[in-house]
């Protein structure tokens, strides 16, 4: 019994090696995917694009259209830079729902007014809860959700013109 | 020249490893004295000798910016000021793996020349240890990081150093870090020779102390300045991640701290031998285990090192040969020692096992909290191990610990009665009551900080408690040590119970004018207007803080740095007895206003006065043990000497 306690922590760290090194051989991600994909979109209940705007729920996405959800800022830079991309999508047919992490409804229209609005609707997400709930690890980042509000595809950082096809392609397969 | 000379030094000193490594490994295999064996002790002596003439030769070439030393083209810029051209040299792969070396060399030589307590055979054996372990990372050195590889031809520009580095508490953050870890070598190095000679006595014990003291001073103060860097470079307000890298260096830290109750244990009444044995094999394996997880880029981490797989490659089969080995041979060997004295549950022994298995506990928490997404991960899930575990599961093993610190130390070794000790028992428990009510009616913090605060306030009174019935003058440096440090924890106890339950936080976009209320202060916006240093230029924000007895102007700043290209927040602090006020400037927000985030942390800054007193206790406690060893030396070699009289007198 006591010879099998000494043999304990030679064991441990057995298993500690074999698993760095089988670890060490798996090829690595750059970017850190969200778990959500597969799942239905969180619930939530979030204030419009401006103080008398509807409200947007989650249950506005299950109703049989698939469409892109862009998380974004006015504050953030490389969202300046997404901008054509979105208006690209948005003349092809994709209807594109933004969320606006941590704005403020002034700032937004302005925002609008200077880089063309692509969005069917807004959503302000004052606390960035949606955000969290989604997994996204910062803006933008741009999501393809089903008919049913499961989501479907996650692009991470902004949408180069290069990325227009393969996002198109994503929300066409979400039908 | 000077980098050839360094390079050459290395190979000279990589050769007397070697020569270490054989000869002390001779000396160990038997009493006999060859030849040979004796080389061990000026090998090891020698060999710092030049690591440190290559290190200098380091500081050198990184000092005057030499551009065809590769090393200083791709980490250092002749724009940069001095202390940072030199802090360079180690703030870099290459650099630091040759300062771990560094150090290694000098922890031999220390051994060799000093190390008297222990027979010939033991330290030929710790010496031959330590120049194994040495002898893995010249191989690590100089056959994939040369950190003294030319380039041909040289560079026009140094590519800088990290803006993140540039910074005096992060330029003395790894040298005391490594000298922990190094420390804690030798401690391997002693159990490994203790292991192999089969003495696990008191003896191992006096002699590992000096060294698990120092290293764990070292790492107390690392792990200070660390977290203090993190809370103001980082500009993020949190002192403490759990991040993986910072776990690296806790890990160490909590097996050194268990090792150190241990081997005072065995130290004083002979017992928890194989424990101590296995915790001294624990400590450095948590050194080398953070080092590979820091290095090796296997866990995704806010502290970008330069990560290289094959490096890692190299440090995991480093770690398997030392660790395995030491393991392998502790399964073999220490079935065989003999089993030490016994102790009652109620006695100081017990309350230091009971310390021990709590310290373990946490560190087998935080070890598996950081190796969970690596689990989960070859498992074919992503998850991402957070505060919500760590806070709660460590407190279950820390609240037990502290309660029974406040009362460890006034027990007697072997065996006491409760009946004994009644008067401070109340005592405590009075505290402890109180402060619990106290700051249940005042604050309407949440449970982890209440419990934190109540404590922190009995241990902080408890921890003096040694006191009573001894005459002040006549208590021990030693005892003066372990009586500083239980109220440093006590202090930082109730630095970080205060941050957690008393902090605010204002997010805020204001325009010039504005003001904005946090804490106690009123908090207004003056103008925001480029500045420009050394190396970077900034916008810098003029803050105007007024109310709860101040008026200054607080000046956060936004930097830019060259040389590399990129963006730093520069937090301004304002420390009040009471607490920081903490702001940073963030970006524009458009229209002419710009994102403030100001927090005021009432007492935050006892986290680390906490972490400076726990480490003067440490230092305490060394003179103290260092002071009575040369004493029993003394006495030792009087008896010896009135002894020889008297033989010689017999025989006469």
Known sequence: ?175 | MIAEIGLAALWLAAGLCLLQFISGAIGARGDEQGPVSALVRPAAIVQALLLVVSFVCLLWVFAVTDLSVALVAANSHADKPLVYRISGAWGNHEGSMLLWVTILGLCSALIASLERRMDARFVKTALAAQGFVALGFFAFLLLSSNPFARLNPPAEFGAGLNPLLQDIGLALHPPTLYVGYVGLSVAFSFVVAGLVTRQAGPELARAMRPWVLAAWISLTLGIAAGSYWAYYELGWGGWWFWDPVENASLMPWLAATALLHSIGVLAARDALRTWTIMLGVVAFSMSMVGTFLVRSGILTSVHAFAVDPERGAFILGLLTIYIGGAFALFALRAGALAEGKRFVALSREGALVFNNVMLSAILAVVLLGTLYPLLSEALGTRVSIGPPYYNPVTAVFAVPMLLVLAVGPLLRWRRDRISRIAAPLVLIGVVLAASVIAVVAFSGAGVLPTIGLALAVTLAVASWLPLMGRNPRRVPLALWGSMLAHFGVAVSLAGMASESAFSTERLVAVRSGDTVEVGPFKATLGAVEPVAGPNWTALEARIAITGGGVDTVLRPQSRTFTDPPQNTSEAALLTRWNGQLYAILGDAAGEGRWQLRLWWKPFVTLIWYGGVLIALGGLLALLGHLRSGVRRSRIGEAIAQRRADRESEAAA
């Not at chain 1, 509807?54 to 249950?59: F, G, I």
Request: hydrophobic residues 45%.
């Open chain 1, 1 to 175: 019994m006591k010879r099998l306690w000494l043999i304990l922590p030679l064991a441990l760290f057995g298993l500690f090696i074999g698993l760095a090194a089988y670890q060490m051989t798996q090829p690595k991600d750059e970017f850190v995917r969200s778990t959500m994909i597969g799942k239905p979109l969180p619930a939530f209940d979030l204030p419009g694009e401006t103080e008398d705007a509807p409200r947007l729920t989650s249950q506005m996405f299950a109703d049989g259209k698939p469409r892109l959800l862009n998380v974004w800022a006015t504050w953030c830079v490389p969202c300046i830079a997404e901008a054509p991309q979105l208006d690209a999508l948005a003349k092809r047919g994709v209807p594109i729902v933004g969320v606006a992490i941590r704005d403020e409804p002034e700032a937004i229209a302005q925002f609008l007014d200077q880089y063309g609005n692509p969005y069917t609707a807004i959503a302000r997400d004052d606390i960035a809860e949606l955000q969290l709930a989604l997994g996204s690890s910062g803006v933008p980042e741009t999501f393809v959700i089903d008919g049913k509000g499961v989501i479907r595809y996650q692009h991470i950082g902004d949408i180069r013109a290069d990325n227009i096809d393969e996002i198109y392609a994503e929300w066409e397969k979400a039908k």
